[in-house]
């Protein structure tokens, strides 16, 4: 199908992130709703094709857990890609709207999202690389889905926004940038932290100390003379740079508008030093053990989400009769 911007008429904004922004639009030939993402980029035209041919695989993705894919197109100087709409939105979105949300629907997420994660490493070896809430689709059939999936390693390096990869969710061994230890199992701790947020109903690390004992602790350690030179590891989506700058003065932005040194150590600091966040004591004994799994801060000690899908919480939510249609109606 020939997708181009001619056809397709604009019938809400959906969002915006660090890459780009995403509107509800209506594809006229065919009556088609569909979610448009716009991104824009800064490559060569030889390396826009490269994307185009990578995006391709997003067309062979058929599975009830990763977005549908109508096709993507170039609009210089953005990259467009065309998929299914999800009328629900996403699950950033909705704990911010109904709250902390409940075993039952967390449970379903937990399901759906290591379904997804199986499906795009067993049938197409890709890692998903983006897990967090506001990848994470919801529809009134009370479909859960995954999107914004890792499938063009060109288009990662490509986007025009120096804010790329994603900062908080991260894993242990991929904000450290060692990267023999970068695995499936970096996507599993994204699903703990997206998990755990979900069952809050807010991000689970708590604020740096506002005292500075910690951070002349971080000066002594051998990582706080580390220059960042890892990118992808290094590098905080503006989004959550914005939100903890306004939660914490302390956090200072370069002139290229990266966080300042300290505060990347910080949150480094966090995420590799702290105990890991856990589900809430009202959670059932098996979602708390599923999450420890996902929050292991060692990879090895982790499970591949194929492996979690045999999990005692995931049978429960699987012979669970929860109506997750009329949860969505509720809302
Ligand atoms: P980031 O850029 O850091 O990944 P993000 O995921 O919020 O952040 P986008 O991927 O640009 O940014 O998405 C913006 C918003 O658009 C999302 O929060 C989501 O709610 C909405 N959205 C994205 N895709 C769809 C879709 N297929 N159907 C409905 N809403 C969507
Ligand atoms: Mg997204």
Redesign the pocket.
């Given at each position: 199908k020939d997708l181009k911007n001619a056809d397709l008429k604009k019938l809400a904004d959906?969002?915006?992130?660090?890459?780009?922004?995403?509107e509800?639009v209506e594809h006229l030939p065919t009556g088609t709703i569909?979610?448009k993402?716009s991104?824009l980029i800064d490559a060569k035209s030889a390396v826009r094709k490269q994307i185009l041919r990578e995006l391709d695989i997003m067309h062979e993705c058929q599975s009830d857990f990763i977005?549908s894919c109508f096709g993507s197109f170039l609009a210089e100087p953005n990259i467009c890609i065309c998929?299914?709409?999800?009328?629900?939105?996403?699950f950033?979105?909705i704990y911010k709207q109904v709250g902390p949300l409940d075993a039952e629907v967390v449970g379903l997420v937990a399901l759906s999202v290591l379904e997804g994660l199986t499906y795009l490493y067993d049938e197409h070896r890709i890692m998903h690389r983006?897990i967090?809430p506001?990848?994470i689709?919801f529809?009134s059939e009370g479909q859960i889905?995954l999107?914004?999936f890792g499938v063009s390693g060109e288009l990662i390096n490509s986007v025009a926004n120096t804010?790329v990869g994603?900062s908080v969710y991260m894993s242990p061994e991929r904000i450290q940038g060692s990267g023999s230890g970068y695995s499936v199992k970096s996507d599993v701790w994204s699903l703990g932290i997206s998990l755990v947020e979900l069952a809050l109903g807010s991000f689970p690390f708590t604020d740096p100390p506002d005292d500075d004992d910690d951070l002349s602790d971080l000066e002594d350690s051998p990582d706080a003379t580390r220059t960042p030179t890892h990118r992808d590891s290094f590098i905080l989506?503006?989004?959550?740079a914005k939100r903890q700058s306004r939660r914490k003065s302390k956090l200072a932005f370069n002139p290229d508008g990266q966080l300042s040194t300290m505060s990347i150590f910080e949150l480094i600091h966090q995420i590799v030093q702290e105990p890991s966040p856990r589900m809430p004591e009202r959670f059932p004994q098996e979602a708390v053990d599923l999450v420890d799994i996902c929050l292991f801060k060692d990879p090895e000690q982790r499970q591949t989400p194929k492996s979690l899908l045999d999990h005692s919480w995931i049978t429960l939510v699987r012979e669970s009769d929860f109506d997750i249609r009329a949860w969505a109606s509720s809302f």
């Amino acid at each position: 199908k020939d997708l181009k911007n001619a056809d397709l008429k604009k019938l809400a904004d959906l969002g915006q992130g660090n890459g780009g922004s995403v509107e509800k639009v209506e594809h006229l030939p065919t009556g088609t709703i569909m979610a448009k993402k716009s991104v824009l980029i800064d490559a060569k035209s030889a390396v826009r094709k490269q994307i185009l041919r990578e995006l391709d695989i997003m067309h062979e993705c058929q599975s009830d857990f990763i977005i549908s894919c109508f096709g993507s197109f170039l609009a210089e100087p953005n990259i467009c890609i065309c998929m299914e709409f999800m009328d629900k939105g996403s699950f950033d979105g909705i704990y911010k709207q109904v709250g902390p949300l409940d075993a039952e629907v967390v449970g379903l997420v937990a399901l759906s999202v290591l379904e997804g994660l199986t499906y795009l490493y067993d049938e197409h070896r890709i890692m998903h690389r983006d897990i967090k809430p506001s990848n994470i689709l919801f529809n009134s059939e009370g479909q859960i889905k995954l999107c914004d999936f890792g499938v063009s390693g060109e288009l990662i390096n490509s986007v025009a926004n120096t804010f790329v990869g994603t900062s908080v969710y991260m894993s242990p061994e991929r904000i450290q940038g060692s990267g023999s230890g970068y695995s499936v199992k970096s996507d599993v701790w994204s699903l703990g932290i997206s998990l755990v947020e979900l069952a809050l109903g807010s991000f689970p690390f708590t604020d740096p100390p506002d005292d500075d004992d910690d951070l002349s602790d971080l000066e002594d350690s051998p990582d706080a003379t580390r220059t960042p030179t890892h990118r992808d590891s290094f590098i905080l989506t503006q989004k959550t740079a914005k939100r903890q700058s306004r939660r914490k003065s302390k956090l200072a932005f370069n002139p290229d508008g990266q966080l300042s040194t300290m505060s990347i150590f910080e949150l480094i600091h966090q995420i590799v030093q702290e105990p890991s966040p856990r589900m809430p004591e009202r959670f059932p004994q098996e979602a708390v053990d599923l999450v420890d799994i996902c929050l292991f801060k060692d990879p090895e000690q982790r499970q591949t989400p194929k492996s979690l899908l045999d999990h005692s919480w995931i049978t429960l939510v699987r012979e669970s009769d929860f109506d997750i249609r009329a949860w969505a109606s509720s809302f």
